[in-house]
């Protein structure tokens, strides 16, 4: 897809604040949307996932939200830690479909 | 426990050579699997994914080719490889509900 090709955006954010990843997605139909951490050289973690009748929830140090009016999701990430430093992708699928459908991907770089 | 396999963990090939990689996944029955690659500082490109086995769906034309000779395991070939086949090759898992599990991932360099 279009996103393979393109160098990832970078969030820098200090150390111990609130970092907030964003993420548009495509498709209408999608109903199941998941968060993934990726570490260099490392394949995607699972990190927190929502179905598309809830508008928030909330793992440990991790919030996500949708807003399925606009197609957005967001993954927040409370008093951010150096172990945070990673690429965050976002991922949406429909019940009926086999494929997941990955986001271009954030990279997420802690300031000491 | 859910768990899946890669290997090789590195591979340096010379071009025109053929390639086999191999995942197993364990801990499940007829899940769903799924070859990406993804370049240096890239996203995610889903290359193959099968819902049963011998059952391939290709998502882009390439070099490459897969297989599911068994319920658990699905391999990447290629019979001659190009340089622009060189990256980092994850496999996947889908179990029964939606979420997708990643294997550690073979770093393929062709020279």
């Known amino acids: 897809g279009e996103s393979v090709g393109l160098h990832l955006p970078t969030l820098s954010v200090q150390e111990g604040d609130n970092s907030i990843i964003n993420c548009a997605y495509s498709n209408s139909a999608s109903d199941y949307f998941i968060w993934y951490k990726q570490e260099s050289g490392k394949g995607p973690q699972f990190i927190i996932d929502?179905?598309?009748?809830?508008d928030k929830r909330q793992g440990q140090r991790v919030t996500v939200l949708l807003n399925k009016t606009v197609k957005h999701l967001s993954l927040q990430i409370a008093a951010t830690q150096p172990g945070d430093s990673a690429v965050y992708f976002c991922a949406e699928k429909a019940d009926r479909d086999d494929k997941i459908i990955f986001g271009k991907g954030t990279r997420l770089h802690i300031l000491p | 426990s859910q768990t899946i396999h890669q290997w090789p963990a590195t591979l340096v090939q010379p071009v025109g050579s053929p390639l086999s990689l191999e995942c197993t996944v364990e801990?499940?029955?007829?899940?769903?699997l799924y070859w990406y690659r993804q370049a240096a500082g890239r996203g995610l490109q889903l290359l193959f994914y099968?819902?049963?086995?011998?059952?391939i769906s290709s998502e882009v034309p390439q070099n490459l080719s897969a297989s599911r000779p068994q319920d658990r395991q699905f391999i990447l070939s290629s019979k001659k490889l190009l340089l622009s086949d060189s990256g980092f090759y994850l496999c996947a898992f889908t179990p029964e509900y939606n979420e997708q599990f990643f294997g550690p991932g073979t770093r393929l360099t062709v020279l």
């Open positions: 929502i179905r598309s009748n809830m």
């Open positions: 099968s819902v049963g086995i011998g059952q």
């Open positions: 801990g499940t029955s007829n899940p769903n």
